[in-house]
């Protein structure tokens, strides 16, 4: 390879020498032929010949050395464009790369994906974890009624059927998970086409719409400490301070979902602008006789939610980590109170029908939310009996003192108190002895299970007996159906709440309802 780099170097020099020794010969032979003509004109035809022939080489090496000078351009240019392809390729891949992430990894929503034969074929984390799967391997490629057992399986199948036909389907169902939780889930199926029009398949979209308060009372039931008292700037800061994995979660959830990199201001403009919408749910009086009024409890979505912008209850968790539930509390009760004064021109409207507000664990720290109650209600000549503030029974323990500060000053003012989610893990009637309690909503984990489990009925009736012994009504929460209705009626229970009874609507249309 060196000799051959050498040549490559002297061959230029190589043949001007020999151009030149070439020439010097001619000359010398001429010179010692004296100058015959003849010999001259032999003599300068050899050397015009050399010369020409030395210059049409130098002529082709150097047509060579353009062409390959123009092949190496265009190749450098082929390379440059390659490089920029790649490059933008490798951003593409990489963006790709980040969204299939988040709907992988981060996004909240449950996704799958069956084929034709019943088999799973995609499925996210969190569909993983709804299922509570550590491994994918225990999902990808089996069947479907293998992963969700029989008795799944059949609740769905004729939805299943329906999906392979090419209809798309939606509806809500109830599910339970190992630890006890209860979640509504929003279920969508929604077909895949081939090219030949069949369907080769369906997506599972299932969304969690579980009402909030049941997702806090979680939060809350493995936290220790208080939360903190009056949101505003200094709680913004102070979570912001020393960032958790959870932390991390939500941001990165936010800024890819929402479009938005500050929650807190997102969530305070929602407030300032009035994106938020309330919803009411009906809780059913059980007697027979016509003396119960049916109430409402109050229930908040954000517009983005309602216009599938946003997943539903997302909010929720970007509020309690900012310290921006009892603001959001505050906008809830100003609205519920000042609805309530529009309709009392309305001789047709209900009186006596309570409004039950949910209030998180710091609203029921904040000193000055009772003083912004009073205000409200003189404000807009509401009485205190139209309110009922409902407070979660895992926040009686770690908040005892601020909870009874609370009732006792908003009891003052006529208003009631339920407590929701009551024996979901122990029944603590002992917390009610100092503590004037109007309503008990008796948790759904348990209303769900007393037409099947012998224990969650003697539970209910349990807690029903007691409570009618101290002068408390109960409300059973999450009723699904008749029978169970039914079999709340057999023991006195004297409120159900739940999809078996009613869906959420919003608040402007209960009046149309009542007056209609």
């Known amino acids: 390879m060196r000799i051959k780099s050498y040549y490559r170097a002297l061959r230029p020099y190589v043949s001007a020498a020999a151009v030149i020794a070439t020439a010097t010969?001619?000359?010398?032979?001429?010179f010692f032929t004296a100058f015959d003509l003849q010999w001259i004109a032999f003599l300068a035809g050899v050397l015009i010949a050399s010369i020409l022939a030395l210059a049409s080489r130098a002529s082709r090496a150097e047509w060579q050395v353009a062409r390959r000078s123009a092949k190496l351009a265009s190749a450098q240019k082929a390379l440059e464009r390659e490089t920029r392809l790649r490059q933008k390729f490798e951003e593409a891949y990489t963006a790709s790369h980040e969204r299939s992430q988040l709907l992988d990894e981060v996004f909240p929503v449950m996704v799958a994906y069956v084929d034709s034969d019943g088999?799973?074929?995609?499925?996210?984390?969190?569909?993983?974890?709804?299922?509570?799967?550590?491994?994918?391997?225990?999902?990808?490629?089996?069947?479907?009624?293998d992963?969700?057992?029989?008795?799944?399986?059949?609740?769905?199948?004729?939805?299943?059927?329906?999906?392979l036909k090419g209809d798309t389907v939606l509806y809500e169902r109830t599910h339970q998970m190992r630890n006890g939780a209860i979640y509504r889930l929003s279920v969508q199926l929604v077909p895949r086409f081939g090219a030949d029009g069949t369907v080769c398949g369906y997506f599972t979209v299932l969304t969690d719409v579980t009402q909030h308060k049941h997702v806090q009372a979680a939060a809350r039931g493995t936290a220790s400490g208080k939360q903190p008292v009056k949101p505003g700037a200094a709680a913004v800061d102070s979570a912001r301070k020393a960032p958790s994995e959870q932390d991390l979660f939500i941001d990165s959830f936010t800024q890819q979902v929402t479009g938005e990199k500050d929650a807190a201001q997102r969530i305070v403009a929602a407030i300032e602008d009035g994106e938020f919408a309330l919803f009411v749910q009906r809780i059913m009086a059980?007697?027979?006789?016509?003396?119960?009024p049916d109430h409402f409890e109050i229930l908040i979505r954000l517009r983005e939610e309602e216009e599938s912008l946003m997943v539903p209850g997302a909010f929720f968790p970007l509020a309690e980590k900012f310290g921006l539930l009892p603001r959001l509390d505050r906008w809830v009760l100003q609205h519920v109170v000042e609805w309530t004064a529009s309709r009392k021109a309305d001789?047709?409207?209900?009186?006596?029908?309570?409004?039950?507000?949910?209030?998180a664990g710091a609203t029921l720290s904040d000193t000055e939310f009772p003083s912004f109650v009073q205000n409200e209600l003189q404000r807009n000549g509401v009485p205190g009996s139209a309110v009922c503030f409902e407070i979660a029974e895992c926040d009686l323990p770690s908040r005892r003192g601020d909870v009874e500060h609370f009732?006792?000053?908003?009891?003052?003012?006529?208003?009631?108190?339920?407590?929701?989610?009551?024996?979901?893990?122990?029944?603590?009637?002992?917390?009610?002895?100092?503590?004037?309690?109007?309503?008990l909503k008796i948790d759904g984990s348990i209303i769900l299970d007393i037409l099947r489990d012998p224990v969650a009925l003697a539970k209910v009736k349990a807690i029903n007996r007691v409570a009618k012994g101290i002068?408390?009504?109960?409300?059973?929460?999450l009723v699904e159906s008749d029978q169970t209705i039914a079999r709340l009626r057999d023991f006195q229970v004297d409120y159900a709440q739940g999809f078996g009874i009613s869906r959420p609507q919003p608040l402007t249309k209960l009046a149309l309802a009542e007056t209609g």
């Not at 010969?25 to 001429?30: E, K």
């Not at 992963?147 to 999906?163: C, F, H, N, S």
């Open 25 to 30: 010969v001619l000359v010398l032979t001429i």
């Open 147 to 163: 992963v969700l057992g029989p008795g799944v399986y059949a609740e769905i199948k004729k939805a299943t059927e329906r999906v």
């Open 286 to 292: 059980l007697a027979s006789h016509d003396g119960e």
């Open 471 to 477: 002068g408390i009504k109960t409300i059973a929460e």
């Open 119 to 145: 088999r799973f074929r995609y499925h996210n984390k969190a569909y993983r974890h709804w299922l509570d799967v550590s491994m994918p391997e225990k999902i990808d490629g089996r069947l479907v009624r």
């Open 407 to 439: 009732v006792g000053q908003v009891r003052q003012l006529g208003c009631q108190i339920a407590i929701s989610g009551f024996g979901r893990d122990r029944v603590s009637l002992d917390l009610l002895d100092s503590l004037p309690v109007n309503f």
């Open 347 to 359: 001789a047709s409207a209900r009186t006596n029908s309570k409004f039950f507000v949910n209030l």
